[in-house]
């Protein structure tokens, strides 16, 4: 009862450390690309300091909870508004299909892997965060959750053990059982809710059905992420959901959600630099970034260099690292692809964190000089009594 004890009070620190970062971060209106990168440092720095106190069953199932939690989070943005919009979805299915033809070869030559777990960081490439600009929330709100559907759907299929026809049918009874759970599940919710606003206790009855829908079709032998993400995109497009206007969880539960999984990750993961996976990494996030900044250059054949390179640079965010800590956690992937994915997932965010800072620094440019142009075009009649004398360009309001 005392070691339970002392788990929790393991988990509570490594969640009140990240709050802190947090909260550091807000004070110091920093980066949000830059905040996750110190989160996962903070978790290698605690992997130090309580690594071998924390019991690899708690983690395990932390790792379940927290996945669980994401992909109905992310299920329920998919709406019909979103599908609409062609641009993001075409960039989804190509970026998709490229990085499986393209990086599933290069990781698989330069890790020595096989091809079945270099494929599934192909997939796990294509996620996005998308907290930038619209484009990307786009892309994201339909990439995210099918990548992680794809992900853990290959993965299971790659692990039954029998002939090609055996899989393929116990694969479509796995299917079918999760999305039979999904959608009766739902129908049970959406009765028991009233179409009043949701209130904190609506949402932690939904997290609450969310987990018992996932074990449930597990017990079944069902595919419980699947049922998870019906159950979702069910509620998400519901009378229910769109008279309250929910779209997210409450900021406390999602940055909380935030939190655990980028700092599990580098708590997990602490290792010493390998400075040969560390070049793999970089080869194979080089050879990603000229796939993607070609189909953004086509398919945004308007937008000027500067806003093709920033979505580009999209940061692999929270989809990416719980798929890592998820396979981490489970051993379903060869350790070296775990830390190769460590790495990209670093290099990603660091990319990203510089790229922000450059659009930061010519917004705050363009906003100096619209303030000059408004000085220079109110201040002549208002302050000038000589129209000869020139107004100065600048003063200590307006220093870049």
């Known amino acids: 009862m005392l070691v339970d004890f002392l788990q929790l009070i393991y988990l509570a620190f490594i969640l009140g450390f990240g709050f802190l970062v947090l909260y550091l971060r807000r004070k110091a209106e920093?980066?949000?690309?830059?905040?996750?990168?110190?989160?996962?440092?903070?978790?290698?720095?605690?992997?130090?300091?309580?690594?071998?106190?924390?019991?690899?069953?708690?983690?395990?199932?932390?790792?379940n909870l927290l996945l669980i939690t994401l992909a109905f989070e992310l299920s329920m943005r998919i709406t019909p508004e979103n599908i609409k919009h062609h641009k993001p979805f075409n960039i989804m299915i190509i970026m998709l299909i490229l990085n499986i033809l393209i990086i599933g070869i290069l990781a698989a030559s330069l890790l020595e892997i096989n091809a079945l777990q270099a494929i599934i960081l192909a997939i796990v490439l294509t996620a996005v965060e998308y907290?930038?600009?619209?484009?990307?929330?786009?892309?994201?709100?339909?990439?995210?959750?099918?990548?992680?559907?794809?992900?853990?759907?290959?993965?299971?299929?790659?692990?039954?053990?029998?002939?090609i026809i055996n899989k393929t049918l116990e694969f479509i009874q796995y299917i079918m059982i999760g999305l039979g759970v999904g959608v009766f599940v739902s129908i049970i919710t959406f009765k028991l809710l009233k179409p009043n606003k949701i209130t904190w206790i609506h949402e932690l009855m939904l997290i609450s059905m969310a987990y018992l829908t996932y074990l449930s079709t597990e017990y079944l032998n069902g595919f419980?992420?699947?049922?998870?993400?019906?159950?979702?995109?069910?509620?998400?497009?519901?009378?229910?959901?769109?008279?309250?206007?929910?779209?997210?969880?409450?900021?406390?539960?999602?940055?909380?959600?935030?939190?655990?999984?980028?700092?599990?990750?580098?708590?997990?993961?602490?290792?010493?630099?390998?400075?040969?996976?560390?070049?793999?990494?970089?080869v194979i996030f080089i050879a990603y970034l000229l796939i993607r900044l070609i189909v953004i250059s086509i398919t945004y054949k308007k937008y000027s260099i500067q806003n093709k390179l920033l979505l580009t640079l999209a940061p692999k965010g929270i989809v990416f690292a719980s798929a890592l800590l998820v396979f981490s956690s489970k051993n379903l992937l060869v350790n070296d692809l775990n830390i190769v994915m460590l790495y990209i997932l670093l290099?990603?965010?660091?990319?990203?964190?510089?790229?922000?800072?450059?659009?930061?620094?010519?917004?705050?440019?363009?906003?100096?000089?619209?303030?000059?142009?408004?000085?220079?075009?109110?201040?002549?009649?208002?302050?000038?009594?000589?129209?000869?004398?020139?107004?100065?360009?600048?003063?200590?309001?307006?220093?870049?």
């Open 131 to 163: 907290f930038m600009v619209d484009e990307l929330r786009q892309e994201g709100d339909l990439a995210n959750p099918l990548i992680i559907l794809f992900t853990f759907s290959l993965i299971y299929f790659i692990g039954l053990k029998s002939d």
């Open 224 to 282: 419980g992420l699947l049922a998870i993400m019906i159950f979702g995109v069910m509620f998400g497009n519901s009378y229910v959901r769109k008279k309250s206007d929910m779209n997210t969880f409450s900021p406390f539960i999602y940055k909380s959600l935030e939190i655990f999984i980028f700092m599990m990750v580098g708590f997990i993961i602490a290792s010493s630099i390998d400075t040969v996976l560390l070049w793999n990494a970089l």
């Open 347 to 400: 290099i990603s965010l660091l990319a990203s964190w510089v790229m922000e800072l450059f659009e930061e620094e010519r917004i705050k440019r363009m906003d100096n000089f619209f303030n000059i142009v408004q000085n220079i075009r109110y201040g002549r009649k208002k302050n000038l009594k000589n129209p000869n004398i020139k107004v100065p360009l600048h003063n200590n309001d307006m220093r870049e």
């Open 30 to 63: 920093g980066s949000k690309s830059f905040y996750k990168f110190v989160l996962i440092l903070s978790g290698v720095a605690l992997s130090t300091i309580i690594g071998g106190e924390l019991d690899l069953f708690i983690i395990n199932n932390l790792a």
